[in-house]
C-alpha cells in the first residue's frame, strides 16, 4: 500500500536534548513537527552533568523546568576538583556569590535516559509528534535547497517525509552533518579517550557538597565522578591520547588499573562494586568527540548539538550547547516561517551566536588545561577577565557557570524579580567594562569580547525566561544583527 505524501513544517532528526527541545519551542509556535529517533526511549546515553544555565534558562522557556524539579535528580551545587598544581581538592559553588540567594544556583546530575525521556515527552505535550525506531538516512533536495528526509523503519522498509525545515540534532553518530556543506574539523588540542562505567555503594563529597561533579587530575589523565542517585555514580577516566594505550585490550582491567593510579577516586570505590547489569552494565569508550562543523546550516538544512559541535567534557557543556543551539535554531525557523526577517539573516545569527559560545568554552578549557598552576591561578586569571569586586573565587564561579548565578536573586516573588531585573542590568555594565584591562588591552585568558557577549546572552536568556516582557528592549550581539523578541522565541530586526 503506497503512503500519501508526508509534509511537516519541521523534521527533527534526534530526540536527544537538543532535538526535543527544538521540538518543544517550534510547536509552541504552532508550526507542525516531527521527531525522527532512531531508538525507543527511554535510552542511554552519556553526559549526565549539567549546568544551571540549561535548568533555569533554556528549560524554564519550554516549560519544562518544573518536571525536572519534580524529578529528584540529585542537585548539583557545584565542583570539586583536584585539578592543578595543587594536591589538596578544592570547591566551587555556583552560589559562591553572597548576592544570590540560591534559588537557581544549582543545577542537576541527571540519569540520560529519565532526563532525556522528559524533555522528549514534554516536547510531544507541547504539539509535537514523535516516531521511533525509525533511522534517517539522507536528506531530500531540491536544487540547493533540503526538502525533506528518507528513513527506515524498524521492518526496513524505506519512507521519505518533506519539511520547510530539517533539523539535524543526531549528535555525535551524525550521518547528515556533511550534506550541510563543509567538514567535520578534529581539534588537535582535544585529542583524549574517555573510558567509563558505573558503580554502586561509592562514597560522596561531606554535605553540602555531596551533589557536586568530583573531577581529579591524575598522571593519564583525568577522572570523572558524577553522583546519579544516593547509590549510583558515573566515573569515567579521560585519557590524554598518548596514553591510549592504556584503555586498550580488556576494558574492565584497563579501568581498574587506571583507578589504581588515581589515589583519591580510588579512596572513594573502595567501598564501592561496579554495575554489571541493565543499561549501566557495560563499559564504554568513547573517542574523537573534540570537533566542530566548517558549516552548521544551508537553505533547509541546520546542524544543532554534538551534530555541529562539542569540546572536552570537563566543563560539562555538551547539554548546554546542544539545549542553547536548539533556542538558537528554533528562533531562526520561526522568524524565518513567519517571514518576520530572511532566512539568511537569521541563520547567520544562529551561527554567529553558536559559533561564539562554542568558542568561549573551548578558549577558557585549553587554559584550564594548564596543570603546572594552581586554582589561584585560574581563580586570578578569572578575577583579572572580570573585573569585578569579587573575591577571585567568584570571579571564576561566574565564569564557569556562564551567567548562571551571579544575575538572579530569588529569594521572592515579584520584587526579586525586579531586583533581578536590576541586577541583570548591573551585571550587563560591568561585563561590558572587564573587556580590556586598565591600559584598554583586551583581557588575556581568552577573547574577552567573546565572553562579553556570551555572558550578555546568558543574561537575556535566563532573565527573559523569568521576567518575559519585563526585561526591556533587546540589543544585537553583533553590529548590524538581529535582537530577540520579548518572549525570546523569535528574532527581530536590530535597531535601524
Ligand atoms: P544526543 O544526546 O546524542 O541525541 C541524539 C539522538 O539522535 C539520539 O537519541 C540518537 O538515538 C538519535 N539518532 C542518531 N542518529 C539518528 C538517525 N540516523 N536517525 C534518527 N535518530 C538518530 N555533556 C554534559 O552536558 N555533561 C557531561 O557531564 C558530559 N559528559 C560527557 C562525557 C563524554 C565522555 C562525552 C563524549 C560527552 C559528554 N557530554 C556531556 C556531552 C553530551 O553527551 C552531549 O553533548 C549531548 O548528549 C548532546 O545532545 P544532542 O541532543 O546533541 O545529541
Given at each position: 500500500?503506497?503512503?500519501?505524501?508526508?509534509e511537516?513544517?519541521?523534521?527533527v532528526v534526534g530526540?536527544?536534548p537538543?532535538?526535543?527541545?527544538?521540538?518543544?519551542?517550534?510547536?509552541m509556535?504552532g508550526?507542525r513537527?516531527?521527531i525522527?529517533e532512531?531508538?525507543?526511549?527511554?535510552r542511554?546515553?552519556?553526559?549526565?552533568?549539567?549546568?544551571?544555565?540549561?535548568?533555569?534558562?533554556?528549560?524554564?522557556?519550554t516549560?519544562?523546568?518544573?518536571?525536572?524539579?519534580?524529578?529528584?535528580?540529585?542537585?548539583?551545587?557545584?565542583?570539586?576538583?583536584r585539578w592543578?598544581?595543587?594536591?589538596?581538592?578544592?570547591?566551587?559553588?555556583?552560589?559562591?556569590?553572597p548576592?544570590?540567594?540560591?534559588?537557581?544556583?544549582?543545577a542537576?546530575?541527571?540519569?540520560?535516559?529519565?532526563?532525556?525521556?522528559i524533555?522528549?515527552?514534554?516536547?510531544v505535550?507541547?504539539?509535537?509528534?514523535?516516531?521511533?525506531?525509525?533511522?534517517?538516512t539522507?536528506?531530500?533536495?531540491?536544487?540547493?535547497?533540503?526538502?525533506?528526509?528518507?528513513?527506515?523503519?524498524?521492518?526496513?522498509?524505506?519512507?521519505?517525509?518533506?519539511?520547510r525545515?530539517?533539523?539535524d540534532?543526531?549528535?555525535?553518530?551524525?550521518?547528515?552533518?556533511?550534506?550541510?556543506?563543509?567538514?567535520?574539523?578534529?581539534?588537535?588540542?582535544?585529542?583524549?579517550?574517555?573510558?567509563?562505567?558505573?558503580?554502586?555503594?561509592g562514597?560522596?563529597?561531606?554535605a553540602?557538597?555531596?551533589?557536586?561533579?568530583?573531577s581529579?587530575?591524575?598522571?593519564?589523565?583525568?577522572?570523572?565522578?558524577?553522583?546519579?542517585?544516593?547509590?549510583?555514580?558515573?566515573?569515567g577516566?579521560?585519557?590524554?591520547?598518548?596514553?591510549?594505550?592504556?584503555?586498550?585490550?580488556?576494558?574492565e582491567?584497563?579501568?581498574?588499573?587506571?583507578?589504581?593510579?588515581?589515589?583519591?577516586?580510588?579512596e572513594?570505590?573502595?567501598?564501592?562494586?561496579?554495575?554489571?547489569?541493565?543499561?549501566?552494565?557495560?563499559?564504554?569508550?568513547?573517542?574523537?568527540?573534540?570537533?566542530?562543523?566548517?558549516?552548521?546550516?544551508?537553505?533547509?538544512?541546520?546542524?544543532?548539538?554534538?551534530a555541529a559541535?562539542?569540546?572536552?567534557p570537563?566543563?560539562?557543556?555538551?547539554?548546554?550547547?546542544?539545549?542553547?543551539?536548539?533556542?538558537?535554531?528554533?528562533r531562526?525557523?520561526?522568524?524565518?516561517l513567519?517571514g518576520?526577517?530572511?532566512?539568511?539573516a537569521?541563520?547567520?545569527e544562529?551561527?554567529?551566536?553558536?559559533?561564539?559560545?562554542?568558542?568561549?568554552?573551548?578558549?577558557f578549557?585549553?587554559?584550564?588545561?594548564?596543570?603546572?598552576?594552581?586554582?589561584?591561578?585560574?581563580?586570578?586569571?578569572?578575577?583579572?577577565v572580570?573585573?569585578?569586586?569579587?573575591?577571585?573565587?567568584?570571579?571564576?564561579?561566574?565564569?564557569?557557570?556562564?551567567?548562571?548565578?551571579?544575575?538572579?536573586?530569588?529569594?521572592?516573588?515579584?520584587?526579586?524579580?525586579?531586583?533581578?531585573?536590576?541586577?541583570s542590568?548591573?551585571?550587563?555594565?560591568?561585563?561590558?567594562?572587564?573587556?580590556a584591562?586598565?591600559?584598554g588591552n583586551?583581557?588575556?585568558?581568552f577573547?574577552?569580547?567573546?565572553?562579553?557577549?556570551?555572558?550578555?546572552?546568558?543574561?537575556?536568556?535566563?532573565?527573559?525566561?523569568?521576567l518575559?516582557?519585563?526585561?526591556?528592549?533587546?540589543v544585537?550581539?553583533?553590529?548590524?544583527?538581529?535582537?530577540?523578541?520579548?518572549?525570546?522565541?523569535?528574532?527581530?530586526?536590530?535597531?535601524?
Open positions: 500500500m503506497s503512503e500519501g505524501r508526508q511537516y513544517d519541521v523534521v530526540g536527544g537538543g532535538g526535543s527541545t527544538l521540538a518543544a519551542l517550534v510547536a509556535r508550526h513537527v516531527l525522527l532512531k531508538e525507543t526511549f527511554p542511554y546515553q552519556i553526559g549526565e552533568s549539567l549546568l544551571p544555565s540549561t535548568i533555569h534558562g533554556v528549560c524554564r522557556m516549560g519544562v523546568a518544573e518536571k525536572l524539579a519534580a524529578a529528584g535528580f540529585t542537585p548539583k551545587k557545584g565542583g570539586t576538583f592543578g598544581a595543587n594536591a589538596e581538592p578544592w570547591t566551587f559553588s555556583f552560589s559562591v556569590s548576592k544570590i540567594a540560591g534559588a537557581t544556583s544549582h542537576y546530575q541527571v540519569e540520560r535516559s529519565k532526563f532525556d525521556n524533555l522528549l515527552e514534554h516536547a505535550e507541547k504539539g509535537a509528534e514523535v516516531r521511533f525506531r525509525v533511522s534517517v539522507d536528506v531530500l533536495e531540491d536544487g540547493d535547497r533540503v526538502t525533506g528526509v528518507r528513513y527506515t523503519d524498524a521492518d526496513g522498509a524505506e519512507h521519505e517525509v518533506h519539511a525545515y530539517v533539523v540534532a543526531s549528535g555525535n553518530g551524525s550521518r547528515l552533518h556533511k550534506r550541510v556543506g563543509g567538514t567535520r574539523e578534529y581539534s588537535q588540542f582535544f585529542r583524549s579517550l574517555a573510558l567509563f562505567g558505573y558503580f554502586e555503594g562514597k560522596r563529597l561531606p553540602p557538597n555531596s551533589g557536586n561533579i568530583l581529579v587530575a591524575f598522571e593519564s589523565g583525568w577522572f570523572w565522578y558524577i553522583p546519579l542517585t544516593p547509590d549510583l555514580t558515573s566515573v577516566a579521560v585519557v590524554r591520547r598518548e596514553n591510549a594505550d592504556k584503555i586498550q585490550g580488556d576494558p582491567r584497563a579501568l581498574l588499573a587506571l583507578i589504581d593510579e588515581c589515589p583519591l577516586i580510588k572513594y570505590l573502595s567501598d564501592a562494586t561496579r554495575v554489571t547489569e541493565g543499561q549501566y552494565g557495560q563499559l564504554r569508550v568513547r573517542k574523537d568527540y573534540s570537533y566542530h562543523q566548517t558549516t552548521f546550516w544551508r537553505p533547509g538544512l541546520v546542524l544543532i548539538g554534538d559541535c562539542f569540546v572536552d570537563v566543563f560539562s557543556s555538551g547539554v548546554h550547547l546542544a539545549t542553547y543551539s536548539a533556542l538558537l535554531a528554533a531562526s525557523i520561526s522568524s524565518s513567519a518576520i526577517v530572511s532566512e539568511e537569521a541563520f547567520t544562529f551561527e554567529a551566536r553558536y559559533r561564539r559560545e562554542y568558542g568561549v568554552f573551548y578558549e578549557l585549553m587554559s584550564f588545561y594548564d596543570m603546572h598552576v594552581d586554582e589561584n591561578s585560574y581563580f586570578w586569571s578569572a578575577k583579572k572580570t573585573r569585578n569586586q569579587h573575591t577571585e573565587l567568584e570571579s571564576f564561579v561566574e565564569l564557569v557557570a556562564g551567567v548562571s548565578s551571579s544575575e538572579f536573586d530569588l529569594d521572592g516573588a515579584e520584587s526579586a524579580a525586579l531586583r533581578m531585573k536590576s541586577k542590568a548591573e551585571f550587563v555594565s560591568a561585563i561590558d567594562e572587564m573587556s584591562d586598565a591600559e583586551m583581557t588575556p585568558l577573547r574577552s569580547s567573546a565572553v562579553r557577549q556570551a555572558m550578555q546572552e546568558g543574561a537575556q536568556v535566563q532573565s527573559r525566561a523569568f518575559g516582557e519585563d526585561l526591556g528592549p533587546d544585537p550581539m553583533f553590529p548590524g544583527g538581529l535582537i530577540t523578541s520579548d518572549d525570546g522565541m523569535l528574532w527581530q530586526p536590530g535597531p535601524a
